[in-house]
């Protein structure tokens, strides 16, 4: 089965922009999270989807938003982008959100300049 | 405060060596994750637990949930082993996920 795939991998943006990452699952995999991974803040939870319901949400602003697809595919946006939002974006997916061991895509690697 | 905490933060060892990495979590939970991270971000999934030990190769992970911890050993260590492992959480309150800050290894040959 192919893996989890972001795209896209690196994204140059200004502030005051917005973007959209996109992920997809592997195959049969229908739960998605996200994460954001800072080197001060390290790794940290963003949302989480399954079945094209938003189950979970951390403690993030309310620029940054998504959804997912009938496909399982998830999309992440963040808007009015600011310098701090620079960051490796991670998203993994699940077969459900059980339990489950999570199968994690490469990430999209955002600057904000 | 941060709910789940590694130790040590950065370990150098001679390859062959045992490796201990410790995790030590605040938050109930309905599952712990070992993953690790190589340079360049890729992140692969070692061990999901709940509860006693599991195995994989070289690799053993324990938890004991009274204590709210959990190990990940690594025997006869390579240099490939050279990553960053971090220790994350599945709440059972609240359905948050929280990680620790991770474990730079550096395997020496």
Redesign the interface.
């Known amino acids: 089965k192919a893996g989890v795939t972001q795209t896209p991998r690196y994204l140059i943006k200004t502030r005051g922009q917005q973007v959209t990452l996109s992920c997809s699952p592997i195959s049969g995999h229908r739960s998605v999270?996200w994460?954001q991974?800072t080197p001060g803040q390290?790794?940290?939870?963003l949302f989480?989807y399954f079945s094209e319901t938003q189950?979970?949400k951390?403690n993030f602003p309310g620029r940054f938003s998504g959804r997912q697809f009938s496909n399982s595919r998830s999309e992440m946006n963040v808007s009015t982008l600011e310098l701090g939002d620079s960051a490796?974006y991670?998203c993994?997916s699940s077969p459900s959100p059980y339990?489950?061991?999570?199968?994690?895509g490469?990430?999209t690697?955002l600057l904000v300049l | 405060k941060n709910e789940v905490e590694q130790s040590p933060q950065n370990l150098t060892a001679q390859e062959g060596e045992f490796i201990t990495i410790n995790c030590s979590y605040s938050v109930g939970i309905?599952?712990l994750?070992w993953?690790q991270q190589h340079p360049g971000?890729?992140?692969?999934?070692l061990f999901?637990l709940?509860s006693g030990k599991k195995k994989h190769g070289r690799l053993i992970a324990t938890i004991n949930i009274q204590e709210k911890h959990s190990s990940l050993h690594i025997t006869a260590s390579h240099p490939r082993d050279s990553a960053v492992y971090?220790c994350?959480v599945?709440s059972n309150t609240?359905?948050?996920?929280?990680?620790?800050?991770?474990t730079s290894l550096t395997v020496i040959p």
């Open positions: 999270s994460y991974q390290g790794l940290q939870f989480e189950r979970n951390g490796l991670l993994a339990q489950e061991t999570q199968y994690f490469p990430g690697r | 309905s599952a994750h993953l971000g890729g992140i692969v999934s999901m709940s971090i994350a599945d609240g359905n948050q996920f929280y990680f620790g800050t991770g």
